[in-house]
């Protein structure tokens, strides 16, 4: 590129606090290029969440839709979305739109772009459960998204491999998970997690987040049982469970829980937070995806509450261990790394498969020589 070539304009688009995480190290590595305008737009997916994500990495963005409404349903995400992003993209024109994973904003930020011939580079590409409905809607979005997009940038060789699979033939590059990229640039920074009343020092914290579609109702009541069954099999264990704002997940949470002297539930944890909490507590139970790649590279051993996952990566490496929702199988495997040190030391430091922490380079090194 030539002195007088104008840089490239990049739309780095996101919604949600997963995206944010792991679109902020890609940011400010664009922002740094001289050869991108990098321009960062938010949907407004969620709200104070991202916004947490945003001023811990510095970040500001260039233009918010602003949709999120009370009791919004995926249809009035997808709609308010693509018709706001459908607008801006018309006026920016940008040469390249970037989306990262499977949530609602992912996908409409890709059919928006598509509509308009931009290309549209597709961070974390490839992820796979190959069952449309779990985990709901998120399955669908990355699938759609692979259609669409123009540059997978996929984590793994397993992702790799499900694109080929889904018949994505060009563009693929497996650049390592940028969630790793920010996760390391956190926890250089030695976050704390302050929890009043928890005394990190007393006992052996498990960690735990619940938020998917498919745990509502009969799972949730049997993952606060689980919960419930540890902290008195063993005393020595507290429980600390930041809550999702939706009240079909945090209600009966706290109705189940919030009584017992070592169940610390807690408003959503900022990401510094978050990555002090992980990096202090003895093991986690999650249906999170992220979380599953995050923690192994903190050396903590991830009980996933879901039938599937679409990182089986972690599963294969040994880092992680899927346990369905079941009381049986959840109190049994908590069981197990508890009360045996060798299992838990075989899990704790089995290698992480998910990047290395340059991700957000490669991304940025494949996008130079595509619009070049």
Known sequence: ????????????????RPEAIKLAPVIQTFQKLPQFDTKVVLTGQHREMVAQVMSLFNLEADHNLDIMQPKQTLGDITRRSLQGLEKLFARMQPAMVISQGDTTTAFAAAL??????????????GLRTDNILDPFPEEANRRLVSQIATLHFAPTETSVANLKASGVTI?????????????????DQSPTCDIPGLDWSQYRVILSTVHRRENWGGPLQSI???FLQILDKFPDTALLLPLHRNPTVRDPLKAALDSHPRAFLVEPLDYAQLVGAMKRSYLLLTDSGGLQEEAPGLGKPVLVLRETTERPEAVTAGTAKLVGTEVSSVVAAASELLSDPAAYAAMSKAVNPFGDGHSSERIARIVTDYLS
Do not use: W
Request: net charge neutral; glycine share 8%.
């Open 1 to 16: 590129m030539t002195a007088k070539t104008a840089p490239f304009r990049i739309c780095i688009t996101l919604g949600t």
């Open 224 to 226: 606060t049982e689980s």
């Open 171 to 187: 563009g693929i590059h497996q650049t390592g998970n940028t969630v790793i990229d920010a996760l390391l640039r956190v926890a």
């Open 112 to 125: 928006a772009a598509f509509y308009q011939q931009i290309p549209v580079g597709h961070v974390e590409a």
